[in-house]
């Protein structure tokens, strides 16, 4: 599937699930949304009927509370069927509100407890490189997620060991979970600390496919760094009352405001 077609159903599905499981954090998933069709759609190297295929990209969600769209991704990819996606968040379902690796063809971690993911993430592309395996390694972070002190560890790591095979994927849209990051704790100048650690640098816009698919379909071959892209998003993206809202990180979206929200990702009443 072309790359924006797949970013617009990440997003109707998005609103879908977390309407129907009353879940959290749809406006984290709009925001990663076109980051994620670019991986699964243009760049992730992969085999949905394969998912333990040696050679695959591995990727890691770490900002795990939107993992709605991570599943989305992998059922629009073929790993499992769309109609699964309907039972998010509800209980005895696999697909948990953070993202879960347990049953879940495609999910090569479970996440959730921020902070984790880039430091398993460096260790698989460490282990890559001992042992000469050609694959990348994707981490996808939240920009409230840098706050935390486990994530500069392994920077600090990756930068160390030179893993040119590990790519950070930063979804810097400004806001956390109750106010701006620049009032809850300032990263500025972000892209600065990252190249002071050791890093590769690109800055992009994070809603621009082909900006995206350039910076993120990196060679190891062709780099002594470790990539960090960091992306320049809007939370909400795609829903006008959604965008640039910190409401919408906990807000689930019922009654008028999810059929707004449908009716703005261009689904009809009769489809829903």
Same mark, same amino acid.
């Given at each position: 599937?072309?790359?924006?077609?797949?970013?617009?159903?990440?997003? *109707?599905?998005?609103? *879908?699930?977390?309407?129907?499981?009353?879940?959290?954090?749809?406006?984290?998933?709009?925001?990663?949304?076109?980051?994620?069709?670019?991986?699964?759609? #243009?760049?992730?190297?992969?085999? $949905? !009927?394969?998912?333990?295929?040696?050679?695959?990209?591995?990727?890691? /969600?770490?900002?795990?509370?939107?993992?709605?769209?991570? &599943?989305?991704?992998? #059922?629009?990819?073929?790993?499992?069927?769309?109609?699964?996606?309907?039972?998010?968040? =509800?209980?005895?379902?696999? /697909?948990?509100?953070?993202?879960?690796?347990?049953?879940?063809?495609?999910?090569? /971690? @479970?996440?959730?407890?921020?902070?984790?993911?880039?430091?398993?993430?460096?260790?698989?592309?460490?282990?890559?490189?001992?042992?000469?395996? $050609?694959?990348?390694?994707?981490?996808?972070?939240?920009?409230?997620?840098?706050?935390?002190?486990?994530?500069?560890?392994?920077?600090?790591? =990756?930068?160390?060991?030179?893993?040119?095979?590990?790519? =950070?994927?930063?979804? &810097?849209?400004?806001?956390?979970?109750?106010?701006?990051?620049?009032?809850?704790?300032?990263?500025?100048?972000?892209?600065?600390?990252?190249?002071?650690?050791?890093?590769?640098?690109? !800055?992009?816009?994070?809603?621009?496919?082909?900006?995206?698919?350039?910076?993120?379909?990196?060679?190891?071959?062709?780099? @002594?760094?470790?990539?960090?892209?960091?992306?320049?998003?809007?939370?909400?993206?795609?829903?006008?009352?959604?965008?640039?809202?910190?409401?919408?990180?906990?807000?689930? $979206?019922?009654? !008028?405001?999810?059929?707004? #929200?449908?009716? !703005?990702?261009?689904?009809?009443?009769?489809?829903?």
């Amino acid at each position: 599937m072309e790359s924006k077609a797949l970013a617009l159903n990440i997003r *109707r599905h998005a609103v *879908r699930m977390t309407h129907l499981g009353k879940s959290s954090h749809v406006g984290a998933v709009l925001s990663m949304a076109d980051i994620l069709a670019v991986l699964y759609g #243009a760049v992730i190297k992969k085999r $949905p !009927e394969d998912p333990r295929w040696p050679e695959r990209d591995r990727f890691i /969600l770490s900002k795990g509370h939107a993992g709605a769209g991570v &599943y989305a991704a992998l #059922a629009e990819s073929g790993y499992f069927s769309v109609s699964d996606l309907s039972t998010h968040y =509800a209980n005895g379902s696999r /697909l948990s509100g953070h993202v879960s690796h347990i049953g879940i063809p495609g999910v090569e /971690l @479970s996440t959730g407890s921020l902070g984790h993911g880039l430091s398993v993430g460096a260790g698989m592309a460490y282990v890559a490189k001992l042992d000469s395996q $050609p694959h990348r390694v994707y981490v996808l972070l939240g920009d409230g997620e840098c706050d935390e002190g486990s994530i500069w560890e392994a920077v600090l790591f =990756a930068a160390h060991h030179r893993l040119s095979n590990l790519i =950070a994927v930063v979804d &810097y849209n400004k806001l956390q979970s109750l106010a701006t990051v620049e009032e809850t704790l300032r990263l500025e100048p972000f892209a600065d600390k990252w190249s002071a650690f050791g890093w590769k640098v690109v !800055e992009v816009e994070g809603h621009d496919h082909d900006a995206l698919a350039t910076a993120l379909d990196v060679d190891p071959a062709e780099n @002594s760094q470790p990539v960090c892209v960091i992306a320049h998003t809007v939370k909400g993206k795609g829903v006008s009352f959604m965008e640039n809202s910190v409401l919408w990180h906990y807000r689930s $979206p019922q009654g !008028e405001e999810y059929e707004k #929200a449908m009716m !703005e990702l261009g689904i009809s009443k009769d489809e829903r």
